[in-house]
């Protein structure tokens, strides 16, 4: 690879200097490999068309600075048996939607309260910028790009755009080891109650090491907060039950059933994703305070406060119980916030807004996939503490493994890593990088795009035209000053990084369309086979 970029490095007129600790060289181009005709999207065209015998010899890449090698430290697991289990993900939840996370209009206390007794992340992202990845690699550890689950399910195919995605997997397949599976072999109870969005029947929680699912389908939104809900495996409950408090109920239920052994609740609450709806005499508080920052619609505020009427009746059962000591509360959303759609007629607003991050749900930018994430476990965790070190979904797998000292599978790969030195209060990780690849198109702005988190800085890849960004998140925490021009070695090691990264989880690729008309109206989104559109 590094021959590769020598050689890209030369075709570009890059290569003047070995020592970068001054930067002579002029600029990357903001597209710098668009102006070549590229087959091989994805991959730059320099790579791509470099033959091997006119390669000139390697020349070693420069480096930025020496870098640290940083071991984690594993804290010591408390003593007592295995550790309850609550991962509470919410749909569509912005990283500024809470108290905590600095929301002036929204009021979250029973949430607030969680990170005064947790950590807080500052720097916590969602597998991806829809949900089905996410949850996939909730499920599994996975990132979205291995299971090619990389897109909402059933996603939307547009009808005349300039790359044509690949065909993602559209369910969990059963050969995928799920958390629950492996907890199941620990004597774990398990629950998934709520949103599953991973597939059809045959692909349910109770075929993924689940017990019971409620709630659980392959939609992604209900036709109702009010009973009756209209969702196969809910039955109704009285007339104008609200369904977060209803999901609640039958959490706390389960936790009764089941507080003689560890158990394992996995509670993806419909809130707060569309239809936004919420109680009467909530809605009707909010009406009257006055909106704060982006945030002021009162109906979604009220949807939240019903997620953190959930969290205020969980933590109670468990303290009732006295079963919070060795409970793990890890708090959650799936993707950013709702806050800006495309549509044939430009710009709409959504519901809540993502400031200081940029855009939101359905974007490549930080509006996307930054999320909250708040994990509580008294045995473990320092009572109000913040980590600011980048985390992802994937890596909920391999901490709560072994955080329950449960082995993997034979054979089972996982992408993320544990957070344990995270919360056992260390700031370090092995690993260097997080990644994201959407290989798709969304009303949210994106077109295909992968990207790559290494420390302070973001780079992402556009298929379309291959060109990258680099922003460094720390200074500019609103991504308005792509730094790629200006710092290119740093932009192609990150980008080699990438490609590697890309190469190495099998990630599909998206191919130009021949059929590309550039006159015609470029994303207008298509039901898929007919199919029915399904919320994602
Ligand atoms: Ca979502």
Not at 433 to 453: D, E, L
Not at 456 to 470: G, M, Q, R
Request: hydrophobic content about 35%; proline content about 11%.
């Amino acid at each position: 690879m590094h021959r590769f970029i020598a050689s890209f490095l030369c075709l570009a007129g890059l290569l003047t200097a070995q020592t970068p600790s001054v930067n002579p060289t002029p600029p990357v181009p903001e597209t710098p490999a668009a102006a070549a005709v590229n087959p091989t999207p994805g991959v730059p065209a320099s790579i791509a068309q470099a033959p091997a015998s006119k390669t000139p010899p390697p020349a070693p890449l420069p480096t930025i600075q020496p870098r640290t090698v940083k071991v984690p430290v594993l804290p010591p697991l408390p003593a007592g048996p295995p550790p309850n289990i609550i991962v509470m993900l919410i749909d569509d939840m912005g990283w500024t939607d809470l108290g905590c996370y600095g929301s002036k209009y929204y009021e979250t206390p029973h949430i607030d309260q969680l990170a005064k007794d947790g950590m807080r992340f500052t720097q916590a992202y969602s597998a991806c910028t829809v949900c089905s990845p996410t949850r996939a690699a909730m499920m599994t550890g996975k990132a979205p790009a291995r299971l090619h689950i990389t897109d909402w399910i059933t996603g939307h195919v547009p009808s005349n755009s300039r790359l044509l995605i690949p065909k993602w997997t559209m369910q969990l397949p059963l050969e995928e080891e799920t958390l629950a599976e492996r907890l199941k072999t620990r004597g774990y109870g398990t629950a998934s109650i709520g949103k599953w969005h991973l597939g059809e029947e045959e692909f349910y929680p109770t075929k993924h090491g689940f017990d019971v699912n409620i709630g659980g389908t392959s939609g992604g939104s209900p036709p109702s907060y009010f009973s009756p809900y209209k969702i196969a495996t809910l039955p109704d409950g009285p007339k104008d039950e609200f369904l977060s408090d209803r999901l609640t109920d039958e959490a706390v239920k389960f936790i009764d059933k089941n507080k003689e052994k560890p158990f394992f609740i996995y509670l993806p609450h419909y809130g707060v994703h569309t239809p936004i709806m919420g109680k009467p005499e909530v809605i009707a508080k909010y009406q009257a305070k006055k909106a704060a920052g982006g945030h002021s619609n009162p109906v979604y505020a009220a949807l939240v406060e019903s997620i953190d009427d959930s969290v205020g009746k969980l933590r109670a059962k468990l303290n009732e119980l006295k079963l919070a000591e060795n409970t793990i509360f890890i708090f959650t959303s799936d993707n950013g916030g709702l806050s800006n759609m495309v549509n044939p007629n430009g710009w709409s607003r959504g519901p809540t807004d993502n400031s200081p991050a940029r855009l939101g749900k359905g974007s490549a930018y930080e509006g996307g996939v930054h999320i909250p994430l708040i994990v509580s476990w008294p045995g473990l965790v320092k009572p109000g503490s913040t980590c600011d070190v980048p985390v992802i979904t994937y890596d909920h797998v391999p901490t709560l493994l072994a955080a329950t000292q449960t082995p993997l599978k034979k054979d089972q790969v996982v992408d993320g890593e544990s957070l344990l030195p995270l919360l056992g209060g260390t700031d370090t990780l092995a690993r260097e990088a997080i990644y994201w690849h959407y290989p798709h198109y969304h009303p949210g702005s994106a077109t295909p795009y992968s990207a790559i988190r290494e420390g302070d800085w973001k780079l992402i890849h556009f298929h379309e035209d291959n060109h990258v960004e680099l922003y460094n998140l720390k200074l500019d925490a609103g991504e308005v000053d792509n730094r790629a021009p200006f710092d290119s070695v740093r932009a192609l090691q990150l980008r080699d990084k990438l490609m590697a990264w890309l190469k190495d989880t099998g990630a599909q690729i998206p191919e130009r369309n021949p059929k590309y008309d550039p006159d015609k109206q470029v994303n207008e989104p298509r039901k898929p086979g007919g199919e029915k559109r399904k919320a994602e």
